[in-house]
């Protein structure tokens, strides 16, 4: 259960770039413009942390201090600091993360995906 519980932040972490890379995939194959698919990334993280703040609910690990998951990284925050872990490195990691693809232009990120 303990690994479960955290596999799902840790995928959270970087939900800002398989976001993008799933953006990135699906404008390759379908007939859509990659800026016009951001809302792949962000559900993406949406439903990662919905799907993580239930998993804490079923095993009685989620506490109403965590927050709105909606706010990803307060949730992120407020989530770390109360099971223990390093809340401030979770949250960098996540923040980068979007600051990352953020910056990145289009062209690279699909050259490096090889699409």
């Given at each position: 259960?303990?690994?479960?519980?955290?596999n799902i932040?840790f995928?959270?972490?970087?939900?800002?770039?398989?976001?993008?890379?799933?953006?990135?995939?699906?404008?390759?194959i379908l007939?859509?413009n990659f800026?016009?698919?951001?809302?792949?990334?962000?559900?993406?993280?949406?439903?990662l942390a919905?799907?993580?703040?239930?998993?804490?609910?079923?095993?009685?690990?989620?506490?109403?201090e965590?927050?709105?998951p909606?706010?990803?990284?307060?949730?992120?925050y407020?989530?770390?600091k109360?099971?223990?872990?390093?809340?401030?490195?979770?949250?960098?990691?996540?923040?980068v993360a979007?600051?990352?693809v953020?910056v990145t232009?289009?062209?690279?990120?699909?050259?490096?995906?090889?699409?």
């Open positions: 259960m303990n690994n479960k519980r955290n932040i995928i959270l972490l970087i939900a800002p770039i398989l976001g993008v890379a799933i953006q990135a995939y699906v404008s390759n007939p859509f800026s016009d698919l951001w809302i792949i990334t962000i559900a993406l993280n949406l439903f919905i799907y993580d703040s239930e998993i804490l609910k079923k095993h009685k690990k989620h506490s109403p965590m927050g709105n909606i706010l990803i990284p307060i949730y992120i407020k989530r770390t109360i099971l223990n872990n390093n809340p401030i490195i979770y949250t960098l990691i996540w923040c979007g600051i990352v953020s232009p289009i062209w690279s990120i699909m050259s490096i995906l090889g699409l």
